[in-house]
């Protein structure tokens, strides 16, 4: 009977040897498609954020009258009046396709049980794009600010007014679509943080 029992040990104890590197495997799967998940929800965030600030944008005109001198004299603000509210509008549709393409594709590769990103090119590629938007979208957000501060405080030494008291909503539109640029902006910093965080993992 002891002699019968012997086989029946060693193959249990060889069983368990053999679950150990089977269970660290299924552990880091696991801590990879949790990090996949962050990385697309990252990026439907930055589109969403991206399609916001592009929709507030173009809906920012309102008309009205303003006074100089005693004068009332109409005025009328709409975003294509500044170029650099139209380059911020011009950043934000790139970005918005941008996170879509790289979520859609993504999406697709999860679904398939695939990694998000397959290989080293394809990661250096994103992060380049990640980086160049960005930057794009701070260079976009900053000159749009300098423009808004202008409209809120006026000219001194000068009788052009505060615009933003009779154009109040257009302001209002123009600041808030400035703020989720920056947010998008963030987004995307966070994103390319991943990127150089997976090469010098892979």
């Not at 507030?56 to 009332?72: D, E, N, P, R």
């Amino acid at each position: 009977m002891v002699s019968e029992q012997k086989p029946a040990a060693l193959e249990c104890s060889g069983s368990t040897r053999m679950s150990g590197p089977l269970v660290g495997d299924g552990e880091k799967t696991n801590r990879r498609r949790r990090t996949e998940v962050m990385l697309l929800i990252l990026r439907g965030l930055c589109m969403g954020s991206s399609v916001v600030s592009l929709s507030l944008m173009i809906t920012a005109k309102q008309s009205s009258s303003v006074s100089i001198y005693g004068f009332h004299l109409p005025v009328h603000s709409k975003w294509t009046f500044s170029p650099s509210y139209e380059f911020l509008v011009g950043v934000s549709v790139a970005v918005a396709a941008h996170s879509l393409l790289q979520l859609l594709i993504g999406t697709s590769r999860f679904l398939r049980a695939s990694s998000v990103i397959p290989s080293r090119k394809h990661a250096w590629v994103i992060f380049a794009g990640d980086q160049a938007f960005a930057y794009a979208l701070m260079s976009a957000g900053s000159a749009a600010s300098g423009v808004t501060n202008l409209n809120r405080t006026g000219i001194r030494h000068t009788p052009l007014p505060n615009f933003c008291k009779p154009l109040h909503k257009f302001c209002d539109h123009v600041a808030i679509s400035i703020a989720f640029n920056f947010i998008s902006c963030f987004l995307l910093a966070t994103s390319a943080v991943h990127d150089v965080i997976w090469l010098s993992q892979h």
